[in-house]
């Protein structure tokens, strides 16, 4: 069955190293997504990519970078950690222009920053 | 801008009764509106969606939607509450030309014994 596969799925670092979440799909999805999901703000977008070498900033993105080399991968880097990036962070997959389809989502990266 | 408001942060019911758990919704055009639901741990599952059509939406596990284009809301309702329905649910929006969802809050739903 095809999946969304996100790695870690638990991290912890300190303050001002550079970090790496992985997130990959087998789905063959044009779309993919990262989100970030703190209490009392549900998810908020951080950024997206419709195709690759494709990328688009999203509302909460200072901080954060993607790269799509390929269809299947898109990791989300942060350039240097700060204690306000611990979050749950999700990644998503649509298909097609992604209007109709809904978001498929990978079981999420728990990331803290000390 | 899209926006989406789930009011409740919490809802409770007992297995057997109804529930209803609101979200109400701000978008330019016609709106694309999803239910997701969230366990432990995992990541969200889909529910289900209204794109257009029947303003009563079913969905998977016996859950359906009501969308009220007047109210601007589209509720998550089921007939009859599990107590495996306890969960987090989110309410998302998609506006016309966007391919990302904007996200509720989410409210979390308890179904007591």
């Known amino acids: 069955d095809a999946e969304i596969t996100q790695s870690p799925r638990h991290k912890i670092t300190e303050t001002g190293r550079q970090v790496t979440l992985a997130c990959h799909q087998t789905w063959n999805h044009n779309n993919m997504f990262w989100y970030r999901q703190d209490l009392g703000h549900g998810l908020r977008l951080i950024h997206y990519s419709y195709g690759v070498q494709d990328t688009n900033k999203g509302e909460v993105s200072d901080g954060y970078s993607v790269s799509r080399s390929n269809t299947e991968d898109l990791p989300l880097t942060l350039e240097s950690a700060a204690s306000s990036q611990t979050s749950v962070y999700f990644c998503a997959s649509s298909g097609g222009d992604g209007m109709n389809s809904p978001l498929h989502f990978g079981n999420g990266t728990r990331l803290t920053v000390t | 801008a899209q926006s989406v408001a789930q009011p409740e942060d919490q809802v409770n019911v007992a297995e057997g009764n109804p529930l209803t758990v609101k979200c109400t919704y701000s978008?330019?055009?016609?709106?694309?509106l999803f239910w997701y639901v969230q366990y432990p741990n995992r990541g969200l599952q889909f529910l289900l969606k209204?794109?257009?059509?029947?303003?009563l939406v079913k969905g998977s596990y016996g859950f359906e939607a009501e969308f009220n284009k007047s109210q601007t809301s589209f509720h998550l309702k089921k007939p009859s509450a599990l107590v495996s329905d306890s969960a987090l649910y989110f309410c998302?929006?998609?506006?016309?030309?966007?391919?990302?969802?904007?996200f509720g809050s989410g409210t979390r739903l308890q179904v007591q014994p």
């Open positions: 998302a929006v998609r506006g016309v030309g966007r391919r990302a969802l904007t």
């Open positions: 209204y794109i257009t059509g029947d303003n």
């Open positions: 978008v330019s055009g016609n709106p694309y």
